[in-house]
């Protein structure tokens, strides 16, 4: 399951989130034995504000790896991705 932190982060920068990003390789990309996995940060600098994205199985797992990354958490929302449409081939309708 995706998931997304939000988290009000008055005067985060980018080092500070490539701090994170370093932190979670340290950590074999995985926070904890749950294995969850940390896969990135939105900035939003003029808004204070981060978001950090997760991939886990359980928001008890990815609560736990957002506090070991040292991720200031406001709230944890599901989350659902939803990119581009794929272009419709030969044999596969849409």
Known sequence: MLYAAKCYWP?????DL??????AVRA???????????????????????LCL??????TAVL????????PRERLMDSLWIGPAQPATEGNPE
């Open 64 to 71: 736990r790896a957002g506090d070991r990354l040292g991720i």
């Open 11 to 15: 005067g985060a920068t980018r080092n």
């Open 54 to 59: 997760f991939q886990g199985h359980s928001r």
């Open 18 to 23: 490539e701090r994170v990003a370093e932190r």
């Open 28 to 50: 074999g990309r995985t926070a904890d034995s749950a294995g969850v996995v940390y896969l990135g940060s939105l900035l939003f600098a003029a808004d204070d504000l981060v």
